[in-house]
């Protein structure tokens, strides 16, 4: 029949984006919907970076993965974990062809925007104690007001001692507050820009109000700071050396009629950490070494010790090289890593800021971005043609449904990822990861055939041989 004939050239001709449940079919999206559970269970048990290490690592553990310290041997088929500081950990599996092969590495960021109290954040005011917080990572203020807030962290006291805190995610738990202004009163305050109207320094936690018993100056503050010590054994002093954080109180859910999507807290960057992290555990018999990193620190710049740009990756992949007889250089100049980011997907609500020919689509798959960086592509690493197409194949010969994208029109704002920083180690990267909605709003949301294609994605990065 001409018609068909001609049908199947544009077929052949054309690209065109098709989501996970024309392309992958029902099996798949079943498998997909099981995969979310475990996901659900991660994003509750990891809210912070901390906890998201402890997570992970008892996942690792129950695979078959052992604690490893610089210094410490290791050979081939060895399954192994290094916890950095309990902030970043990074899993390897020595694969039995030669280390200058390379490894194959996914990169994930387990931190996630948030309110983080201030070293000195105890105060009364009107018989009322509020807490001081400096927001971490690029935050929309005015959405952390009027909703539970939990409190999670550590306090280390002076002999070394870690307290651990969470409080708000039990039933029966309380929950902390940011109070907003009663419309009634906000004639003045809704003329005013967001950006006037909601100042970081107004991000002041409500945390009681009830005066101790027979005290005469801030009686209030001194029912919670004696509340805090029996319960805790944790002085005022104590919080200059605590990191406490205050996240969205409560768990993730499903949500539409469907169920196909879910909505949580730190999506941006755990939807991308569990599919690396689990794709790496089910990649066991995959010829190369193959690391996933889960770093701290993504959401103000990848600084420090625990973040991306620290050397300890690099130390690491060293120690690896050296162990096993191998060339540093060429292990580095061999490797490949994903940098596993999410991507914004397009929002027909605020359709006005993305391209949408070049967008993420929800439920298309897979999400890889050649470049990300802002106006002009600044600050980024861009991923070479030729990478790109190494992963299209890769990709493809899994059957995995991906597509590319950019974050929003080149004018506007734009955002940056590991990517440059595992680049710049000379390790070809690019970043592939999970669209979100909603990004670094306290419940942000994900579609559930999108978070399995990435596992797809990654577990088919990890066991790839091109030859
Ligand atoms: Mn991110
Ligand atoms: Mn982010």
């Known amino acids: 029949m001409p018609e068909k004939k001609s049908e199947s050239k544009a077929e052949k001709l054309r690209y065109q984006k098709k989501t996970v449940y024309e392309k992958a079919g029902e099996k798949i999206v079943r498998e ?37 310290k610089f210094g410490n041997p290791m050979k081939v088929g060895d399954k192994l ?19 200058d092969n390379g490894i194959r590495i996914t990169g994930a960021h387990i931190d996630s925007p948030r309110l983080d109290l201030k070293q000195n954040p105890l105060y009364e005011d009107h018989d009322l104690c ?126 539409g009629f469907d169920r196909s999507m879910i909505c949580g807290y730190g999506h941006d960057d755990r939807c991308c950490a569990y599919p690396s992290l689990t794709a790496m555990i089910d990649a066991d018999e995959s010829l190369h070494t193959t690391m996933c990193t889960l770093v701290d620190k993504e959401e103000t710049g990848s600084d420090g010790v625990t973040g991306a740009q620290s ?13 096993l007889g191998g060339n540093v250089a060429a292990v580095r100049a061999n490797s490949k890593c994903l940098s596993s980011d999410v991507a914004a997907i397009y929002d027909p609500n605020f359709a006005d ?25 600044s600050g980024t690493s861009d991923a070479s043609a030729e990478l790109v197409a190494w992963v299209r194949r890769c990709l493809n ?6 597509q590319t994208c950019e974050l929003g029109k080149v004018d506007l704002g734009g955002g940056g990822t590991i990517a440059k920083y595992m680049a710049n180690q000379n390790i070809d990267t690019i970043d592939l990861g999970v669209g979100v909605l909603s990004m670094h709003a306290p419940f942000e949301v994900i579609s559930k055939v999108d978070l399995y294609e990435s596992y797809r994605a990654f577990r088919a990065f990890y066991r790839f041989r091109a030859e």
Not at 38 to 64: C, D, Q, W
């Open 397 to 402: 010969e899994a059957g995995v449904v991906w």
């Open 311 to 323: 050397s300890i990756t690099v130390d690491l992949i060293g120690e690896i090289a050296r162990a």
């Open 130 to 255: 509020f807490l001081k917080t400096h927001y971490y990572g690029g935050i929309r203020k005015y959405q952390w007001l009027a909703m539970p807030l939990a409190l999670h962290g550590v306090v280390v006291k002076q002999s070394g001692e870690t307290v651990k805190i969470v409080i708000g995610e039990n039933e029966t738990d309380p929950v902390m507050y940011i109070t907003d202004l009663l419309p009634h009163l906000a004639q003045n305050e809704v003329t005013k820009t967001v950006t006037q109207a909601f100042q970081g320094e107004k991000l002041n936690i409500l945390a009681g109000s009830r005066p101790l018993e027979g005290a005469e100056k801030d009686a209030v503050k001194l029912g919670v700071l004696t509340y805090l010590y029996d319960a805790y054994g944790i002085t005022e002093e104590d919080f200059q050396s605590a990191e406490l954080s205050l996240v969205p109180a409560g768990r993730a859910r499903d949500v």
């Open 81 to 99: 974990y290094y916890n950095n500081r309990g902030k970043n950990l990074f899993l390897f599996r020595i694969g039995s062809e030669p280390i």
């Open 32 to 68: 997909a919907y099981d995969y979310a559970n475990g996901y659900v269970n991660f994003l509750n048990a990891a809210k912070t970076e901390r906890e998201a290490v402890a997570e992970s690592i008892r996942i690792a553990e129950a695979a078959g993965y052992r604690a490893w």
């Open 353 to 377: 800021v993305f391209e949408e020919r070049n967008a993420a689509m929800l439920g298309c798959g897979v999400a890889m971005c050649k470049f990300t960086g802002a106006r002009g592509k």
